[in-house]
């Protein structure tokens, strides 16, 4: 398979991830309480959104990658 197939597909998967799961969550611990010897901490979820825009973008270019990558020269 040519270069520029591979690179569509993986442009379509990541874009079909994108529109099913519209953010990235990752978890910090941020300290609360620091009292001398004593240390309270707290685990955050936070959220980068993705908007739908993205997903679609990189669908639609793995899709034009695959069509432009597939054509005979």
Do not use: C, F
């Amino acid at each position: 398979m040519k270069p520029a197939g591979i690179i569509g597909i993986v442009l379509i998967i990541a874009g079909v991830l994108a529109l099913a799961y519209q953010g990235i969550r990752y978890t910090t611990r941020e300290t609360v309480v620091d009292l001398g010897p004593i240390h309270a901490t707290e685990e955050r979820q936070k959220t980068i959104p993705l908007p739908p825009i993205i997903g679609i973008a990189a669908v639609a270019g793995g899709v034009a990658l695959l069509i432009a990558g597939g054509r005979k020269s």
